[in-house]
Nanobody
Framework: QVQLVESGGGLVQAGGSLRLSCAAS????????MGWYRQTPGKQYELVAS???????IYADSMKGRFTISRDNAKKTVYLQMDNLKPEDTDVYYC?????????????????WGQGTQVTVSS
């Protein structure tokens, strides 16, 4: 079974920093894109940042210059460094990864989600 486990959320004052981590485990052959998302009030997931296997990253406009995504392929882990946090960053942050497993010897790719980690920024 493949699992994504997030950590690093918490309560911080405006202007502070947090570092989120998301570790993948299980019978994993490879991992493609990894990313962080949060849910809108309408329960849609919106992109915070994502990173390819080779390290190319993209960010939501409101996070550019404040958040940095990185990954350690050997550890199957993606990180989100969150600096200069604002109250409007308060949300549950979810990790998503495109994970390749082998099924009857053939690669198969599925998206997996973590359970979410709460980030609360006080003013």
């Amino acid at each position: 079974q493949v699992q994504l486990v997030e950590s690093g959320g918490g309560l911080v004052q405006a202007g502070g920093s947090l570092r989120l981590s998301c570790a993948a485990s299980g019978n994993i052959f490879d991992i493609n894109d990894m990313g962080w998302y949060r849910q809108t009030p309408g329960k849609q997931y919106e992109l915070v940042a994502s990173i390819t296997r080779s390290g190319r990253s993209i960010y939501a406009d409101s996070m550019k210059g404040r958040f940095t995504i990185s990954r350690d392929n050997a550890k199957k882990t993606v990180y989100l460094q969150m600096d200069n946090l604002k109250p409007e960053d308060t949300d549950v942050y979810y990790c998503k990864a495109g994970i390749v497993t082998l099924w009857l010897g053939r690669p198969r790719t599925n998206d997996y989600w973590g359970q979410g980690t709460q980030v609360t920024v006080s003013s």
